[in-house]
């Protein structure tokens, strides 16, 4: 059913007119033009297209538009603030932890969400974190060394 | 170039350039000091000659000082993820001495870069850096030419540094290449070549540098072919048949009234949905009902391997010496053994897209492809239009793995455009990403060898099943040997053996994939070198060792025996297993820790050593980079990957059947290279992932006592070896 749906994205109110039933992803990718935010499978295998919904990281490829209605949603685009780079993007150039970069956001927005739960992760917490996050480049190592330093330059800020 | 030709090279070692096109690209540059640099194949070869004579409308590389005194490399390379957006600016910028943030990387770009015939088999280091340093060098002599003649100096009495030129002994009196270019454009080619850099001047080559194009892909600002979006642009959704290799015979089209904006493309064996909504695109493409003549299904998973035996008879001796009759009179202990390896996808986390449109009778198109100039020929061919009306322009790829060098979804986007008169996007879906990959081959391998009573190899006779000869020119050092290849191609030709008539032996689609075969036969030769070594009861390094005729090799095989400390004891349940194999110019030694659950027949990889000898390391970061990703999406071959199929209907289309490695099953990886800062560089993209089969094969062997004769060595491979063993 075609109808306006307002949300907050990367802290500004928007509203868009959508047919009905789009998933996040393509309202996120085609309607607002946000492409940062990828499409890898569209069955939520890969993570590729995650972002976090009221600080929550999930899967856009598997949200119908509707469901995310008056929440605030967070994409890759949103994590620089002044012009400068979120502790966790800052940690993925340290660490030089992605190849290809077509995984990177739904990475980074991933981590994001779980440093949120979990602020000081250990190795094998950051690993079950990221488990379903698909890499076919092979950085899986170096983002985990990356998630771990951005915690640890999390916690320094706080 | 042709697809068909590079998969044909890709299966082979490729140890030279690929000639070139000849193009004229410099009336579309502005202005500054271009240097064009032209260079034949023979000093190419001869790794670091130079003085060949000029011919500007042929030539490799060049580059451009621009009036900014920033420089722009022009390479038809592309970048992927493998780093030489990186790398081919370091050795510009230490040549040209210049910063390399002051490189400005132009790649893959049809009408600004000079012909490339495709970014594979781990040429880009080996073939396009030594053109891009020398095209560096000869700048460097032009702009201190011309600076000596501004500060009226004698050139010996000048220095350059981060794009300043200054006399020696007066640093005050300087000139920036801002100054230098201003107001000009020059184009210069030298005709006494300038020598480039010895190791020993090197500023930048050798140091590690994180990847440049790092920040633009933490910010979602690096564009795929997917995120280009033009006015009025439609998607584009093809109507797909279950099984491939069906060919359509009648379209029912009747339930798209439903749809409002729709248009049909139904020309020749494409049929298509357009529409400027994408999820409106997708709904209506799945009510186009489309009757298909399927081909009936002759093999399957299981079966594909006697199938291919059966099939193929033909076959080219590769390599001989010696008489294995001999060979097998003077052994003491003859092992004869088969190994079979399945399919396997690219699956790279971009499927396969494009965005393009048509500026009058000109296409313009932005696409995944590791191959921009084989696709601006492939599109002109389809579109029946000349090589000059279609540009195919730079852009990220997300992932590649040879598996982009067929651009199947380009040419089905430029039709689709032409047909509807709209710009369009086509971005596969997984599944079509599954379905229209080109797999690595399934292959078999036959292997007897012979030993003597010293431990010593007498003979080897290794028959390789579509796998191609990449990498089995033999190391070890054994005087009774014959290495044949029967080939699917001789199938297919006009050979007595010809079955199938024009019928591939292969139900899917077949293809260059990270090294392809290698990966195949690497497996085969290292399992069987550990299988003999056991019966023998030798240490499968010491055995090795013994074996090896290649003094490189060995000592790449001591490094990395050295760093994973080879003979610490080993924990209950865990197993060390080696592999050593030759790809791009490159040695490879890997060895690995494994743990196995013997209940569950499940492997943990606990730790990986990776030694290579890939002649000067370029930038050590990168290459680690590149050898921990190799390494890592290797292991989904060896312990997850397998296309399951019957006949052309390929079962595995999604992540949750085909699963590739995750973060749970990479160890720690360990890399390590030999020091060889005077050596030509080699290839890196490839040479690590071929031995992760066979390292991982034998360390469960050594830690569980099941021998899997099968890639990929699953949990119920291993409880079935078990039970035999």
């Known amino acids: ?158 | 170039m042709k697809p068909e030709k590079i998969d044909e090279l890709y299966f082979n070692d490729v140890n030279e350039p690929i000639q070139l096109d000849r193009r004229d690209f410099l009336k579309k540059l502005g202005g500054g000091i271009i240097v064009v640099f032209c260079i034949g194949k023979l000093s190419l070869l001869n790794g670091w000659g130079q003085n060949d004579k000029e011919d500007l409308s042929n030539f490799n590389a060049y580059l451009r000082v621009k009036e900014d005194g920033r420089v722009d490399c022009y390479t038809g390379k592309i970048e992927m993820g493998q780093g030489i957006i990186t790398s081919l600016a370091q050795v510009l910028a230490d040549e040209l001495q210049v910063s390399i943030y002051a490189v400005d990387m132009v790649m893959g770009d049809t009408e600004l870069c000079p012909y490339d015939a495709g970014t594979w088999g781990s040429l880009t280091t080996r073939f396009a850096d030594p053109v891009i340093r020398a095209a560096a060098a000869e700048a460097r002599e032009i702009l201190l030419d011309l600076a000596a003649e501004k500060l009226q100096v004698t050139k010996t009495a000048l220095t350059i540094e981060e794009g300043v030129i200054f006399v020696k002994n007066n640093p005050s009196k300087k000139i920036t290449f801002a100054e230098i270019t201003k107001g000009k454009k020059i184009v210069k080619s030298l005709s006494t070549k300038p020598e480039i850099k010895k190791s020993s001047d090197f500023k930048l080559i050798g140091q590690s540098i994180i990847s440049t194009d790092a920040l633009s892909k933490v910010t979602g600002k690096a564009q795929y072919s997917g995120d280009i979006k033009l006015p009025e642009m439609v998607y584009a959704k093809v109507v797909r048949p279950a099984v491939y290799g069906s060919k359509k015979i009648a379209v029912d089209a009747s339930e798209l009234t439903t749809f409002e904006g729709i248009t049909l493309i139904n020309e020749g064996d494409l049929v298509a949905v357009v529409h400027n909504n994408l999820e409106i695109a997708n709904k209506a493409a799945r009510k186009v009902k489309v009757t298909w003549n399927t081909p009936e299904p002759t093999t399957d998973t299981d079966t594909i391997f006697q199938h291919l035996e059966d099939q193929i008879t033909d076959y080219n001796v590769f390599k001989d010496g010696g008489d294995l009759t001999i060979g097998r009179a003077i052994s003491k202990t003859i092992l004869k053994e088969k190994y079979h390896d399945g399919y396997k996808a690219h699956a790279p986390m971009e499927t396969h897209s494009a965005t393009c449109y048509f500026e009058g009778e000109k296409l313009i198109i932005w696409a995944s492809t590791q191959t921009p100039f084989g696709l601006q020929k492939q599109l002109a061919n389809a579109l029946h239009i000349e090589l000059e009306k279609v540009h195919v322009k730079q852009i990220f790829i997300g992932g590649g793995f040879g598996g982009k060098i067929y651009n199947k979804q380009a040419i089905e986007a430029a039709l689709i455009s032409k047909s509807c008169g709209k710009p369009v996007q086509l971005v596969w879906s997984r599944k079509e990403e599954f379905m229209y990959d080109r797999f690595r081959p399934a292959a078999v391998m036959n292997v007897t060898s012979g030993v003597n009573k010293e431990g010593k190899l007498t003979m080897w006779d290794f028959d390789i099943y579509c796998a191609g000869t990449r990498g089995t020119s033999l190391f070890y050092g054994i005087e009774n040997h014959r290495t044949r290849m029967f080939n699917e191609k001789n199938v297919k030709g006009d050979s007595h053996t010809n079955k199938l008539k024009n019928q591939s032996v292969h139900p899917v689609g077949t293809g260059a994939w990270r090294a392809p075969g290698n990966n195949s036969t690497t497996f085969a030769r290292e399992s069987h070198i550990d299988s003999v070594a056991y019966k023998i009861g030798m240490d499968p390094l010491a055995f090795r060792l013994k074996n090896l005729d290649h003094l490189n090799m060995t000592a790449t095989l001591q490094l990395a025996a050295e760093t994973f400390d080879w003979n610490r004891k080993k924990k209950e349940g865990h197993g060390f297993g080696i592999a050593l194999g030759e790809d791009a110019g490159t040695c490879v030694a890997i060895i690995t820790e494994v743990f196995v659950d013997k209940n569950s027949g499940e492997v943990q990889p606990i730790k990986i050593v990776c030694a290579q000898d890939m002649g000067q390391v370029v930038n050590p970061h990168g290459a680690t980079v590149q050898t921990e990703g190799g390494i890592t999406m290797g292991l989904g071959y060896a312990l997850f990957e397998e296309v399951e199929f019957s006949g052309g209907n390929v079962k595995t289309r999604n992540f949750k059947n085909y699963e590739i490695n995750k973060f749970s099953k990479t160890p720690e990886i360990t890399c390590v290279f030999r020091d060889k800062m005077d050596a030509k560089p080699q290839g890196g993209g490839e040479p690590a992932i071929i031995c992760v089969g066979g390292a991982i094969a034998n360390a469960v062997f050594d830690a569980s006592g099941a021998r899997v004769y099968r890639m990929p060595v699953t949990s119920k491979r291993i409880l079935e070896a078990l039970k035999k063993a």
Not at chain 1, 33 to 59: P, S, Y
Request: hydrophobic letters at 35%; proline letters at 3%; a negative charge.
């Open chain 1, 1 to 158: 059913m075609k109808q306006s749906i307002s949300f907050t994205l990367n802290g500004k109110p928007v509203t868009v007119e959508v047919e009905g039933n789009e998933s996040l992803l393509t309202v996120i990718r085609e309607y607002l033009d946000k492409t940062g935010t990828k499409f890898g499978c569209g069955l939520g295998d890969c993570g590729a297209c995650t972002v976090v919904i009221n600080n929550e990281a999930l899967r856009s490829c598997m949200l119908a538009v509707e469901d995310v209605v008056n929440k605030t949603i967070l994409t890759i685009e949103g994590l620089e603030e002044n012009g400068n780079l979120h502790p966790l993007q800052k940690a993925f150039v340290e660490k030089d932890a992605l190849q290809c970069g077509f995984c990177t956001p739904g990475m980074i927005m991933n981590a994001y969400g779980l440093l949120l739960k979990n602020p000081t992760p250990t190795r094998n917490e950051v690993i079950n974190g990221m488990e379903e996050n698909l890499c076919r480049c092979g950085s899986y190592n170096r983002i985990v060394e990356a998630i771990q330093l951005a915690g640890i330059e999390m916690n320094k800020n706080f």
